[in-house]
């Protein structure tokens, strides 16, 4: 797969006056079409992997040289290993996929601390397979606990920013659970609609005055799923678009229910929603709390779930933060910097 050389260790004085080892990895992989994929275009992905462990990273052709402190320089040809290995079986990496393999790699260093990376090792992140899609992994141990906490509990909470995953992932879950026929309907519903009346207002069908508020678990479908295979199933009933509002008095048995955006639930709708659980169900509620567009005084059902069922038998919670985003490391920034401006009354820190 890939040859390894280590340098010799030099030592190198700082300002205090103290000693430090740095440590000189070599890597050459035996494809040169797949380290090229590996370092990204440009070599975006190594630079993002200097700025992210402050290390320093030399590519030519297919060999990549490491230099940094001994345990840096073996986190970095771990996370170098699993890209590769990444690349191999799924292709085209993204900034996502690595900062999924720089968090990885952490973990496995926990876990097997005296044990030297290798190939082979493990991936200890959870996954998923949809036909389409093949086998998709969690980026960030946030998505690990997600993945793992829909395949223990049957009704899962995932609280937290926008870009952290939790639709694409929650639709991605249950197109898989489809496929292996272990739910027979995916139920998908969201509160933008809350009122029925409202939906009057906008032309056409049920589902053409829906679709604009669920475009963006259609676009997770349609990344999971074939466009013709998601046309069927919405005309055959195995996936329902299901306003929030027209919920009331069903009970959903063996189906994988969505609720997204549950932040703009009011109370009673989100326990008019839970309680639609039936046997052989599952149920995902996503939300961000920071995003309530609620009217002003109106509590967030969502809030107060996650309140009234903490502790509760057979639900799951799993909250993601501002270093969990995956979408794009300036929208990490971005929430992170509203986050700060939220918590200083309006004035983000410098």
């Known amino acids: 797969m890939m040859k390894t050389s280590p340098g010799s260790g030099t030592a190198v004085a700082t300002r205090e006056a103290a000693v430090e080892e ?49 345990d840096l320089a073996l986190r970095a040809r771990r996370v170098l290993e699993s890209l590769y290995e990444r690349v191999r079986l799924e292709g085209a990496l993204t900034l996502g996929d690595v900062d999924g393999a720089i968090q990885e790699s952490a973990m496995q260093g926990i876990l097997f601390p005296a044990v030297p990376a290798a190939p082979a090792v493990r991936p200890t992140f959870d996954q998923i397979a949809t036909r389409k899609r093949g086998v998709v992994r969690a980026r960030n141990a946030a998505q690990d606990t997600y993945l793992r906490a829909l395949r223990k509990h049957e009704l899962v909470f995932a609280d937290g920013p926008a870009g952290t995953g939790k639709t694409w992932l929650a639709v991605g879950y249950a197109v898989s659970l489809l496929e292996s026929g272990q739910a027979e309907r995916l139920i998908l519903s969201r509160p933008a609609v809350e009122a029925g009346e409202r939906l009057g207002f906008l032309p056409g069908d049920m589902r053409d005055k829906v679709d604009p508020y669920l475009r963006p678990i259609y676009d997770a479908l349609h990344d999971f799923m074939e466009g013709r295979h998601v046309e069927r199933a919405l005309q055959t009933g195995m996936i329902e678009v299901a306003p929030l509002a027209f919920m009331r008095g069903r009970t959903l048995a063996n189906a994988v229910v969505l609720l997204d955006e ?56 799993v909250q993601f933060r501002d270093v969990d985003v995956v979408r794009h490391d300036l929208v990490r920034r971005i929430v992170t910097a509203y986050d700060a401006a939220s918590r200083t009354g309006g004035h983000a820190a410098p």
């Not at 275009?41 to 052709?61: F, P, S, V, W």
């Open 22 to 70: 740095s440590a000189e990895i070599a890597l050459t992989f035996d494809d040169n079409r797949l380290a090229g994929l590996v370092f990204g275009h440009y070599d975006q992905h190594l630079a993002h992997m200097e700025r992210r462990l402050g290390i320093t990273l030399n590519a030519l052709g297919n060999r990549v040289v490491i230099k940094a402190p001994p």
């Open 262 to 317: 549950a932040q703009n639930t009011t109370s009673m709708q989100m326990k008019m929603f839970l309680t639609r659980l039936g046997e052989g169900s599952r149920m995902i509620v996503n939300g961000d709390p920071s995003q309530i567009d609620l009217p002003s005084g109106q509590k967030s059902g969502l809030t107060e779930a996650l309140r009234i069922l903490d502790g509760v038998e057979g639900v799951g919670r």
